[in-house]
C-alpha cells in the first residue's frame, strides 16, 4: 500500500535555529512529490515540487531535497512567520491523486 | 491566492441534512480534485474531475457525490449527513492529470476550504 510518512509531528525551534523535517514513502511509482504549507484552517500552499532522486528546489529559507525514498524540508534560520504546517503529498505514476502524509507541526518562538 | 474559491467559508447543519459545497478553479486549470481533512485522517482523497468527466475515485463514500460543470467549476454533493462528516473540504485544480512529464501540469493548486460542522 502507498504510504507517506513525515517525522517529526511536531517541532519547536528558536528563531534562527535551523532544521529538517523528514518526509519518508513506499510507493508503487513515484511520479512526484509535493511539499505544502498549510496554516491552521487554511487551505494548503503549494511550495516546490521534486521529480528525480537528487533533485533540489529553494526558495527563501527553505530548500527541499530528494533521494529514492525519502526527501527532506531544510529549514534555515527560520522566523516566527516560517510557523505553519508543512505536508509532504507523493503523486503516484498512473494516477491521480496526492496521497499526504500526516503533517509537521513546525513552531518557531521569537 | 492560488486562485482556486470555494463557497461557502462555513457550514453549520444538522444531521440527516443534505449540503452543497462549490468549488471554481483557477483559470485554464481542466481538472478538479476533492479532498477531507479531518484531525484523525490527515487529507484525504474523495474524487477527481478532469474536463467534465469524472477521473478517480478516492474514499469517498456513497452518500456523497461530486459533478463538474461545463464552465469547469465543481459541486460536491453531501447527503445523509452524520456527525463525523464534519471536516474541512478542500478543491483543489491543476492543468491537466500528469499527461506530461515532468511540468508544472500536475501541480494542484487548493482553494481556502469549507469548514462542515454537522449537529
Known amino acids: 500500500e502507498d504510504q507517506v510518512t513525515q517525522s517529526p509531528e511536531a517541532l519547536r525551534l528558536q528563531e534562527g535555529e535551523s532544521s529538517s523535517l523528514n518526509c519518508s514513502y513506499t510507493?508503487?511509482?513515484?511520479?512526484?512529490l509535493f511539499w505544502y504549507r498549510q496554516d491552521p484552517g487554511k487551505g494548503p500552499e503549494f511550495l516546490f515540487t521534486?521529480?528525480?532522486a537528487g533533485e533540489e528546489k529553494e526558495k527563501e529559507r527553505l530548500k527541499a531535497t530528494l533521494t529514492k525514498k525519502e526527501s527532506f524540508l531544510h529549514i534555515t534560520a527560520p522566523k516566527p512567520e516560517d510557523s505553519a504546517t508543512y505536508l509532504c503529498?507523493?503523486?503516484?505514476?498512473?494516477?491521480?491523486?496526492?496521497?499526504f502524509g500526516q503533517g509537521t507541526r513546525l513552531t518557531i518562538n521569537p | 491566492d492560488s486562485g482556486v474559491t470555494q463557497t461557502p467559508k462555513h457550514l453549520i447543519t444538522a444531521t440527516g441534512q443534505r449540503v452543497t459545497l462549490r468549488c471554481s478553479p483557477r483559470?485554464?486549470?481542466?481538472?478538479v480534485y476533492w479532498y477531507q481533512q479531518s484531525l484523525d485522517q490527515g487529507l484525504q482523497f474523495l474524487i477527481q474531475?478532469?474536463?467534465?468527466?469524472?477521473?478517480a475515485k478516492g474514499n469517498i463514500l456513497e452518500r456523497f457525490s461530486a459533478q463538474q460543470f461545463p464552465d469547469l467549476h465543481s459541486e460536491l454533493n453531501l447527503s445523509s449527513l452524520e456527525l463525523g462528516d464534519s471536516a474541512l473540504y478542500f478543491c483543489?485544480?491543476?492543468?491537466?492529470?500528469?499527461?506530461?512529464?515532468?511540468?508544472?501540469?500536475?501541480?494542484?493548486?487548493f482553494g481556502p476550504g469549507t469548514r462542515l460542522t454537522v449537529l
Open positions: 483543489a485544480s491543476s492543468v491537466e492529470p500528469g499527461r506530461r512529464v515532468h511540468t508544472r501540469t500536475d501541480t494542484q493548486y
Open positions: 510507493v508503487s511509482g513515484l511520479r512526484g
Open positions: 521534486l521529480y528525480s
Open positions: 503529498a507523493v503523486l503516484i505514476q498512473g494516477a491521480q491523486k496526492l496521497v
Open positions: 483559470s485554464g486549470d481542466l481538472s
Open positions: 474531475y478532469y474536463n467534465g468527466e469524472e477521473r
